[in-house]
């Protein structure tokens, strides 16, 4: 038997639904007028229901949106390579709340050790939390940004950049960009500055970067926004994809 503080509570939950769900109130006013318990019940079950429905959905198109090359979890992944810094845990890592701080994250260290698979999984727990979120290698961002502003449609993509929660840029100073490329990039670095977070991946000291964006003092000015609201996360050790290479070709077969 559902008791009349069961009967409040079941229309406590329909309100919250209506609310979530931008509907009247009505639906209270009419259950208090005509329905019973057990509808009432139903209701705010269906109700929840629908609304659990529409947030898998929103959360399977940020992930479509993201653009991540494949998906990556955080379940297994080993963080014995990584040397935190002293300003960023690991559960903070793991809850995104860097994310909600608008904080960045440059992950530096050499290829193959697991900074594309972390970003990568990060990413996709921030879009689990209802954050919009994009990834690029820098190179594909680049020639995307030349391409928009070719053709007059290089405010339109900035404007949609900036109204992320999250950009992730794979590969940073892997390839050489041209001057037209880096000032189009420190646009995006700069209107991210204290707007959204950055993930960077990297295995370029910051002393070198020069060299990449043809210019010291831009690069410098874009490390300065980078890391004055950052954590600088240092990858050590052999390559994972070369070690499993490695041990592949050394295992000797069963006899």
Sequence with gaps: MITP????????????????????????????????????EFLAFVLEEEIHRREQNRRARQLSRAGFPA???LEGYE???????PSLSREELLNCQFVGEKKNLILFGPVGIG???????????????????RFYTVTELVLKLG???????????????????????DEWGYVPIDKEGSQLLFRVVADSYERKSLILTTNLEFSKWGGIFTDEQMAAAMIDRLIHHGHLLIFEGQSYRMTHALMRQTATPAS
């Design 5 to 40: 503080k069961g009967r409040e509570k079941a229309r406590s939950r329909i309100s919250d639904a209506c609310r979530r769900l931008i509907l009247s109130q009505q639906m209270v006013d009419l259950c208090e007028q005509q329905a019973t318990p057990k509808q009432e």
């Design 71 to 73: 998906l990556k979890s």
């Design 79 to 85: 963080y014995s390579a990584i040397r935190f810094p």
């Design 115 to 133: 900074k594309t698979h972390l970003a990568i999984a990060l990413g996709a727990k921030a879009c689990a939390i209802g954050m919009n979120v």
């Design 147 to 169: 391409e928009a502003h070719r053709s007059g449609r290089l405010e339109r993509l900035v404007r949609d950049l900036v109204q992320l929660d999250l950009l992730i840029l």
